[in-house]
Each structure stands twice: as C-alpha cells, then as structure tokens.
C-alpha cells in the first residue's frame, strides 16, 4: 500500500446507508485485492438482501423530499461534489489503481472522465425542459412535464470503478432520483470514497446508498430488479447478466438501461493515415489493459495496408511496459483477476492452433500479468472473432475490399462502437452508416466524452448514459391536459 493510500480519509472499508458509513447486518465482511499483487487492501461488508431491501427503503423514503428540491438545489450540490472530487484527485486515482490495477496515469485520467459526468449533469439538471403542445381543440391546453423515475437501481462493474458510478448517479440525482448502488466487488473503494464526497458535498443522506458484497451479487441483483420500491434499473456488465436483469425486471416492467459486452471491429483502409490508424489502434485496444467494453477486439487491415500496419503496431507494442500501476513508467498494469488471464490464454491457444502467428508477446508473464499481444493471420473460426477478449490481444485480420470489411464487421450480435480508418469523405459516410453499433470512430480510436451519447445497439444494451441524452433516462414524461 502506498503511504499515500494509507492516509487517505476515503478508503472506507464500510457501506453506505442513509448517509451513514455502515456494516453488513450479519457483520460478515470480505476482502478487497490488489489484482497486481493479491495483497488485501482492505475490508468492506458483505451484504445480503436483507441489507440491500433496508437501503431500498431508505431511498424510498428519502425520494419523497429529493424530488421536490428544485434543480438548482440539485445542480449546486453536484457541482460541489464535482469540486471535491477533483481536489481529492490523486487520493481517489491511488484507490482506483490499488483495486482496479490500472496505472496511476490512467487512473487519473478515469478521476478526471468520471468528474466530467457530475459537473455535465448539475449543468444538465437546469435542462429537463417540459413542452406545451398547440391544442388542437379551443377551450384545452396540453402540456408535458418531466419527473423523476424514482428509486434507482445500479449495479456497476470493476473496470471504471469510478467513472461507471458517476455517469450514472449524476444523471440520476440531476434528474431528482434517489438511487441504491452496488459496486463490483473487486473494487468497491473507489465507490465508497465517492459516498463520502457526497457527504461532504452536502448530498442529503438517503439519497446515495451503497451495498457492497461478494458472495450476494446475484440475489441483491435480483432483488433490485424485482423490488417494486424500485422504479428503474442501470446495469454495465455482461450480456448474460444483463438478459438475467432484463428477465428478473419484467416482473415490475422495471425502465432499464443496459450497457453490455461489445465486439468492437477497427477497420483499417488501404486510403488510411497507417501511423494515425495504428496510434488509434494503441489507445482503443490496449486502454485499462485491453479491459473496456469499447475496446476493439477485431481489427480489420485492408491488403495493402496490412503487413505495414503490423509492423508498425508491433513497434509501438514493444515499447510498453507492463508492471504495478504505481510503478514510474509503467503502461500496462495486470489484468483484474485469474479468470481474465484464463480467458486470454485461451484465445490466444486457440487463435495459435488455427493458424495465427504470434507476432509479439503470447505469454502469461506471472499472477495477473499477461504480455501485449499481436496476432496475425487471425480468420474467422477462431473464438476472438466471436467472443470479446477482455484483455491485451491485438487480432490482425485481413481484407480485400469495403463490402467485406462492412460484412465481417457487422457479423456479430454485438454492437457497441465500431472504429475505421479512411481518407475517402465517400467511404466515411457509407461506412459510418452501415456499420451496426451504437458509436463509430472515424479517424480515432476513442469515443467516450461525458457530452456524447454512450450505449449500444443489438446485444450490446439499451439506453444512452452521459450527454443531453443519458438524463432522459431517468425521467418520466407526463402528459397534463388542463380545461380552462
Ligand atoms: C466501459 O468499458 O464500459 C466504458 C468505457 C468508457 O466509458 O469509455
């Protein structure tokens, strides 16, 4: 642990209900890991359903005062919790690195994007503009009104442990809902640190609750999506979960938001900028070690292009350094968990006994720690081409022309974002609009802004988060139709 870490007032190791940091009501606890060491890093309770339907209640009850705050109310509460975040930037990176692995730099990069949601939305929540709609008949006039859903559900995954929260929770609290959150379990600090931000920031208790557990996961999901005290559920994880939620959730017709797995394609055109395409491929591959659901896991090199494009992506992979993410210079911390290196291996292995070449790394170095790869040769029987890798592979597979590159890109379930790289103005229209994803880069290989649409299409979820977009989610149309 780093003496930093140590001094930090914001590692709780309890959860968070009705602004109090609290226990489990069995008082069983589990232990949180640093995935780069397996040294404990601290405590937090393990919870179980009968904690999680207290803190239902509590933001239940709690739901009736904070809809009625006015949206300045709300607005000048966010931005105070968004100053305070930025202050306590480097405490909550340190966190963030010691339980997520990431390196410090990302780490705070991940402080800064999860900030940039809670200052996006206190400036949104003026904005839930309602309509008046011409009558069409004399003596009535028709207006719309937006309102709170209520009680929200959220379950959040490991990779961004803090910026998953906010682009959440600031939608829900600008739009005036109260909200349950159960954080992953490898890295429930980063979320607990935040609830108390949101204490110091003056966000009144009840409104931000927090279950953390282990070994309850699905019951407490289960319960969130079936209570109904609670009014909408938001999800980022798996697909298999989230169809899991979705069909829990039909019980209540629960409003969910889902942003599930991806199989994110990067075409490369022979027309391409091949040094731009290959920084592009860098930064959308290889960010938080392979470990995003926007990350691309199939890339796309068009003939000619091809054996210069891996040369050079080999080059600029042989230059990172993989290491503990508070180590100076390190790149690429570890992945999260044994699992994650399992899944690696075996799509490598199988990659290699179909055909692949290895053109750089292709070995597990030790613990969590797996070497950046390239694969070459990639075709499409092998499992990457179906299944996201979640971690450090570059699959390099080859194409003739735009009909086939569209084809192979769209042939999957998934349809999160979709990367290409192209000089030809023709080509970038047909092909940003054929591919079948929620968020295509033209020319980068980074989509995510706290002012732009997130979310995906096909299998890849339902719903939009950050933007003017994410804040509908959390709100209900009324219509009110007024004699006069
Ligand atoms: C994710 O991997 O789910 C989120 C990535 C991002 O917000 O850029």
New binding site residues.
């Given amino acids: 642990m780093t003496p930093q870490l140590k001094k930090t007032n914001l590692l709780k190791e309890a959860a968070f209900i009705n602004g109090k940091f609290v226990g489990a009501s069995t008082n069983q606890r589990f232990a949180v890991k640093d995935p780069a060491t397996g040294e404990v890093i601290g405590e937090v309770p393990e919870m179980d359903v009968t904690d999680c339907k207290k803190a239902i209640d509590v933001a239940s009850n709690t739901l009736k005062t904070w809809k009625k705050t006015t949206a300045k109310a709300r607005s000048d509460m966010l931005e105070r919790w968004y100053d305070l975040m930025i202050e306590n930037k480097e405490s909550l990176a340190q966190i963030l690195t010691a339980e997520n692995g990431k390196n410090l730099t990302e780490s705070r990069g991940e402080i800064e994007?999860g900030a940039s949601f809670i200052k996006w939305f206190a400036e949104e929540a003026r904005r839930a503009y309602g309509d008046v709609i011409p009558s069409p008949v004399a003596d009535k006039r028709l207006i719309v009104i937006q309102q709170p859903v209520g009680v929200v559900g959220i379950v959040t995954?490991w990779?961004?442990p803090n910026?998953?929260i906010t682009?959440k929770l600031g939608a829900a609290l600008a739009a005036g809902c109260t909200a349950v959150v159960k954080p992953a379990h490898e890295t429930p600090f980063s979320a607990l640190a935040l609830c108390e931000l949101a204490n110091q920031a003056g966000i009144p208790e009840g409104v931000i609750n927090m279950v953390t557990t282990q070994k309850h996961t699905k019951d407490i999901g289960k319960e969130m999506a079936e209570s109904e005290k609670v009014h909408k559920l938001s999800f980022?994880g798996s697909t298999g979960v989230g169809k899991l939620l979705m069909e829990q959730g039909a019980s209540t017709i629960k409003k969910i938001s889902l942003?599930l797995g991806g199989n994110a394609p990067f075409i490369v055109f022979n027309d391409a900028d091949v040094d731009a395409a290959v920084e592009g491929a860098i930064g959308s591959k290889f960010?938080?070690t392979g470990?995003?659901?926007?990350?691309s896991n199939r890339l796309l090199i068009q003939s000619g292009i091809y054996d210069e494009f891996a040369k050079k992506l080999v080059e600029r992979v042989k230059k990172f350094k993989v290491g503990h993410g508070f180590e100076e210079g390190v790149t690429h911390g570890p992945l999260i968990s044994e699992a994650a290196v399992e899944k690696v291996k075996r799509h490598v292995d199988d990659a290699v006994s179909k055909g692949a070449s290895i053109a750089q790394g292709g070995k597990h170095i030790k613990g969590n720690f797996y070497e950046p790869t390239v694969l070459l040769d990639m075709n499409t029987s092998m499992a990457i081409t179906t299944e996201e890798t979640f971690g450090p592979v570059a699959a390099l597979y080859k194409f003739s022309n735009e009909d086939e590159a569209i084809e192979l890109a769209n042939d999957t379930p998934f349809g999160l974002a979709g990367y290409f790289y192209s000089r030809d103005v023709g080509r970038i229209w047909r092909v940003a609009e054929a591919m079948e994803v929620g968020m295509v880069g033209v020319n980068c290989g980074?989509?995510?802004f706290e002012s732009a649409p997130?979310g995906g299409i096909k299998q890849s979820g339902l719903g939009r988060e950050g933007s003017k977009y994410g804040l509908e989610e959390y709100l209900e149309k009324k219509f009110i139709c007024m004699s006069i």
């Fill in positions: 994007y995954p990779n961004f910026a998953m682009r980022t942003e960010r938080n470990q995003t659901c926007v990350c980074s989509v995510s997130f």
